[in-house]
């Protein structure tokens, strides 16, 4: 580092710790617009891994969905079934599987409300979903009316776990309006899966429990599962597939599957929309209160600052002070402000069971526009300092 870049810093040091307590309603206000941040971006994190969870959990290679299809959270519609038996012959082709998703209701015995479900049918003889517990109770789904359940499903459901876990056994009304008499599901294992931002908990039964209890025809498929051979290229097989589905299904690898769903909360709901603006929302806030540190000390040592400039320094060097002292208050209020969001999040995520939580490239993100924020104040604050005279700095 040059001298003159050394004692920049060492004059920025100098002056905010100066001004600690007269700043410290604005750093406070700078460690809170950053976790604000932090924590906006853990709730997206929450959103985007909750909808993923299950499209994550999918055995296969490539996924077909209807050509309406937007979102499996969103009861899709349906595909037919002769589009994944003519999958089923394809070069390439291991295996192929049906998964039916519904969204429905459950009637609650201790408060006699109704819980919002996922209601995934499957047949018990095939692989669908890659969960070990899935795949070691799956079997048991083959008795009629039986059910595993999501052990990650909301505090609504606790009672239902608790009641399972002291009989081994709970019995859940599927709540159904048109019929005269509810169907009623028996709880005979548990998995692991977790709720959505939309759903409480997510119950796995066969498709001819889910056929009898809601009339759904088995021609009517979800979303179809297929499966490649070793060494089969994946897109290849897709585009060949999708030539002969053409018009019946859409053909996505499971990457694109993935992709499309994620794309789906990001671009095309308002959820995604208002995680992205409130975090825009939270770094203007932090501009604002740097700017308000800044500003201060700007105008606490405009003497001194006249006097380097009768020196001889030029504006320049004070814009480096000036800047020094942004990106020290972005450095130094950012840990506070992660270590409050860390806390923030926990507890929501206690509370919600949404896997709420900041990666590594999260924070070095939010990191960078704390050190973006840091820069637009500065800017701003130097503009005062580059318009003024040297002679009204004396005065």
């Known amino acids: 580092?040059?001298?003159?870049?050394?004692?920049?810093?060492?004059?920025?040091?100098?002056?905010?710790?100066?001004?600690?307590?007269?700043?410290?309603?604005?750093?406070?206000?700078?460690?809170?617009?950053?976790?604000?941040?932090?924590?906006?971006?853990?709730?997206?994190?929450?959103?985007?891994?909750?909808?993923?969870?299950?499209?994550?959990?999918?055995?296969?290679?490539?996924?077909?969905?209807?050509?309406?299809?937007?979102?499996?959270?969103?009861?899709?519609?349906?595909?037919?079934?002769?589009?994944?038996?003519?999958?089923?012959?394809?070069?390439?082709?291991?295996?192929?599987?049906?998964?039916?998703?519904?969204?429905?209701?459950?009637?609650?015995?201790?408060t006699g409300g109704n819980l919002s479900v996922w209601l995934l049918g499957l047949d018990p003889a095939s692989r669908v979903l890659d969960l070990p517990e899935v795949a070691a109770a799956q079997r048991l789904l083959s008795v009629p009316d039986s059910a595993l359940l999501d052990r990650l499903s909301r505090q609504e459901f606790r009672a239902v776990l608790a009641r399972f876990a002291a009989e081994g056994l709970a019995r859940l009304p599927l709540y159904t309006p048109a019929a005269d008499l509810a169907p009623v599901l028996q709880v005979r294992g548990l998995f692991a899966l977790g709720p959505s931002?939309?759903?409480?908990?997510?119950?796995?039964?066969?498709?001819?429990?889910?056929?009898?209890?809601?009339?759904?025809?088995?021609?009517?498929?979800?979303?179809?599962?297929?499966?490649?051979?070793?060494?089969?290229?994946?897109?290849?097989?897709?585009?060949?597939?999708?030539?002969?589905?053409?018009?019946?299904?859409?053909?996505?690898?499971?990457?694109?599957?993935?992709?499309?769903?994620?794309?789906?909360?990001?671009?095309?709901?308002?959820i995604g929309l208002i995680f992205n603006t409130g975090l825009l929302v939270g770094v203007a806030v932090g501009v604002v209160f740097i700017l308000q540190v800044l500003n201060g000390l700007v105008d606490a040592n405009l003497p001194e600052y006249a006097v380097l400039l009768a020196q001889g320094y030029r504006p320049a060097f004070l814009a480096a002070v000036v800047a020094q002292a942004a990106v020290a208050v972005a450095l130094l209020t950012y840990p506070l402000a992660l270590g409050l969001a860390l806390l923030v999040t926990r507890v929501a995520a206690t509370a919600t069971r949404l896997p709420l939580g900041l990666h590594g490239a999260d924070m070095a993100a939010v990191l960078a526009l704390s050190l973006g924020m840091a820069a637009a104040a500065a800017g701003l604050a130097a503009l005062r300092l580059r318009r003024a005279d040297p002679l009204e700095l004396f005065a």
Do not use: C, K
């Open 1 to 110: 580092m040059r001298p003159a870049l050394r004692f920049a810093a060492l004059l920025a040091f100098r002056q905010l710790r100066h001004r600690a307590l007269a700043s410290g309603a604005a750093l406070a206000g700078v460690a809170v617009a950053v976790m604000l941040m932090l924590v906006q971006v853990a709730f997206r994190n929450g959103l985007y891994d909750s909808a993923l969870a299950l499209p994550r959990a999918l055995a296969a290679d490539i996924v077909l969905v209807s050509p309406g299809y937007r979102a499996l959270t969103f009861s899709p519609p349906w595909l037919p079934r002769a589009a994944l038996r003519d999958a089923a012959g394809m070069p390439g082709v291991a295996e192929t599987a049906a998964l039916y998703a519904y969204s429905g209701q459950v009637r609650s015995r201790e």
């Open 197 to 270: 931002f939309t759903i409480d908990g997510t119950l796995l039964v066969s498709d001819l429990t889910l056929h009898a209890a809601l009339g759904v025809p088995l021609d009517r498929v979800s979303i179809g599962l297929v499966r490649l051979r070793p060494g089969a290229d994946a897109g290849l097989v897709a585009a060949a597939l999708a030539a002969r589905v053409e018009g019946r299904a859409r053909v996505l690898t499971r990457d694109a599957f993935l992709a499309e769903e994620r794309g789906f909360y990001a671009r095309r709901t308002p």
